[in-house]
């Protein structure tokens, strides 16, 4: 991801297990639980080669930061 150096944004790194799949551990979404946390964009690159983000990591996913902090 570019990094933002003129907004003085924090990257968060997400991290994709590739023993699972290249899907996301229950754990890692937890990073987001952080109040420094104020925005959340999603990238895949495409490499590894593209996958969807499985239907268990989406729905144990936050979909706001209302979710994430409840």
Do not use: C, H
């Amino acid at each position: 991801m570019t990094r933002l150096n003129d907004y003085q944004l924090n990257v968060v790194n997400l991290e994709v297990d590739v023993a699972n799949g290249w899907q996301y551990s229950k754990k890692e979404p937890d990073k987001l639980r952080d109040p420094k946390v104020k925005a959340l964009f999603l990238i895949n690159p495409g490499n590894p080669p593209s996958v969807k983000i499985d239907d268990v990591s989406l729905q144990s996913s936050p979909t706001s930061s209302r979710d994430v902090r409840a």
